[in-house]
C-alpha cells in the first residue's frame, strides 16, 4: 500500500523523521511553506520558497518520498508587502511541483499593541 500524506511542514522534519515516514509506508507527501510567522519581508518568504524548492524537497526525496509543494503566507503573517508574495506565488503555481496555495492568510501589520503607530 501506496500512503499519501497531504500536508505536512516537513522543513521541520529531520531526515531520520522522513526515512521513518518512508519506511513505513508514505510514498507521496505535499509540503506546505511554514515560515515563522514573525517574518516582516517579503524577501525572507521568497528565500523560504527557494529552500522548499531546492533544498527540502530532495532531503524528502533521497529517502524515496515523491515530494509537491504548496506555498503561501502563514496565517499569522506580519507581512509589509504581501503583494509582492501573490505576485511570485502566480509564478510557484505555473512550476509542476508547486500543486497548491498554502498556508493561507494575511492578519494587520498592526494589529498587536506593540505596533500600533
Do not use: W
Amino acid at each position: 500500500m501506496q500512503i499519501f500524506d497531504p500536508h505536512i511542514h516537513f522543513q521541520s522534519a529531520s531526515l531520520y523523521d522522513l526515512e521513518l515516514m518512508s519506511l513505513s509506508g508514505v510514498k507521496f507527501i505535499v509540503g506546505f511553506s511554514q515560515p515563522a510567522y514573525r517574518f516582516f519581508h517579503p524577501e525572507t518568504y521568497l528565500d523560504h520558497y527557494e529552500r522548499l524548492l531546492r533544498f527540502e524537497k530532495a532531503r524528502a526525496e533521497s529517502v524515496g518520498i515523491k515530494t509537491y509543494l504548496a506555498m503561501g503566507i502563514s496565517p499569522k503573517a506580519k507581512m509589509r508587502d504581501p503583494l509582492i508574495i501573490l505576485e511570485s506565488l502566480e509564478n510557484y503555481l505555473k512550476l509542476d511541483v508547486v500543486v497548491a496555495i498554502g498556508e493561507c492568510g494575511i492578519e494587520d501589520i498592526y494589529d498587536v499593541v506593540s505596533l500600533k503607530p
